[in-house]
C-alpha cells in the first residue's frame, strides 16, 4: 500500500486569498488525484495530477481556480484560488499504487473560507 | 460518463445481523469496483475490491458480488460489529487498462450503523 500524507490538515482562511495543499506518499506513483468532499457528502473528483504535463480537470473545476503541480512522482500540490465559502470542505489527495494497482487516500485537509 | 447509484442511503443493523450494500453503474466499460469504508473525520479506506473477471470475492466477514451483465454489484457484511458502523462507499473505474483513462466514480455512500 502507500502511505499518503497531507499538509495542513486543516486552516482557516480569509476570502479572495488563496491556499496551497500539499500530497506526499511514500513511494513512487503513476496516479494522483485531488477530490473534495462537503460534509457528510461523496467524493467528487477535481482533477488527476500528472507527472511531466498538466493535470486533467473534471468538468466544474478549472485550472486558473484548482492550479495543481505534479514536479515528482511522490508530490503533488492543489491551491485553491481566490476562495470564497463555497470552498470550504474537505480536500483529499489520493493515489493509485502501481505495484497492487489499488487506490489510497491521504487524511484530507478540512478548509474553512470566511 | 459513468454513473454510480448506491442504495440505501442509510442502513441500521442490529450486532450480529448482516447488511447488504447495492450499487448499480452504467458504463459496461468499467472493469474494477472497489469499496471504502469511511470512519467519521477519517480517509476512506479501501476494504475490497473487485475486477470483471470475477463474479464473487471474500475477505473474512465482507464479501463482494458483481453481476457485469445487469451492471450492478454489492457489498455484504455478515456478523456485523458496532466497529463496522461508518459511511461505505461504491466506485467503479473507466478504462481498459491503469492508464490515463483510468479514474473512479463513486456513489452516494450508505451510513451503516451497527446497534450493540
Known amino acids: 500500500s502507500a502511505v499518503i500524507s497531507q499538509k495542513p490538515s486543516r486552516d482557516i482562511c480569509q476570502r479572495g486569498t488563496s491556499l496551497t495543499i500539499q500530497c506526499q506518499v511514500d513511494s513512487q506513483v503513476t496516479m494522483m488525484f485531488w477530490y473534495r468532499q462537503q460534509p457528510g457528502q461523496s467524493l467528487t473528483l477535481i482533477a488527476t495530477?500528472?507527472?511531466?504535463?498538466?493535470?486533467?480537470?473534471e468538468s466544474g473545476f478549472v485550472i486558473d481556480k484548482f492550479p495543481i503541480s505534479r514536479p515528482n512522482l511522490t508530490f503533488s500540490t492543489l491551491t485553491v484560488s481566490n476562495m470564497s465559502p463555497e470552498d470550504s470542505s474537505i480536500y483529499l489527495c489520493?493515489?493509485?499504487?502501481?505495484?497492487?494497482?489499488?487506490?489510497?487516500f491521504g487524511p484530507g485537509t478540512r478548509l474553512t473560507v470566511l | 460518463g459513468e454513473n454510480v447509484e448506491q442504495h440505501p442511503s442509510t442502513l441500521s443493523v442490529q450486532e450480529g445481523d448482516s447488511a447488504v450494500i447495492k450499487c448499480t453503474y452504467s458504463d459496461s466499460a468499467s472493469n474494477y469496483f472497489p469499496w471504502y469504508k469511511q470512519e467519521l473525520g477519517k480517509r476512506p479506506q479501501l476494504i475490497i475490491d473487485?475486477?470483471?473477471?470475477?463474479g464473487e470475492k471474500k475477505d473474512q466477514r465482507i464479501a463482494v458480488t458483481l453481476n457485469k451483465t445487469a451492471k450492478h454489484f454489492s457489498l455484504h457484511i455478515t456478523e456485523t460489529q458496532p466497529e463496522d458502523s461508518a459511511v461505505y462507499f461504491c466506485?467503479?473505474?473507466?478504462?481498459?487498462?491503469?492508464?490515463?483513462?483510468?479514474?473512479?466514480?463513486f456513489g452516494k455512500g450508505t451510513l451503516l450503523t451497527v446497534n450493540p
Open positions: 473487485i475486477r470483471s473477471n470475477v
Open positions: 489520493s493515489a493509485l499504487a502501481p505495484s497492487v494497482h489499488e487506490q489510497f
Open positions: 495530477a500528472n507527472q511531466g504535463s498538466e493535470a486533467t480537470y
Open positions: 466506485a467503479a473505474s473507466i478504462g481498459p487498462s491503469w492508464g490515463s483513462n483510468y479514474k473512479l466514480t
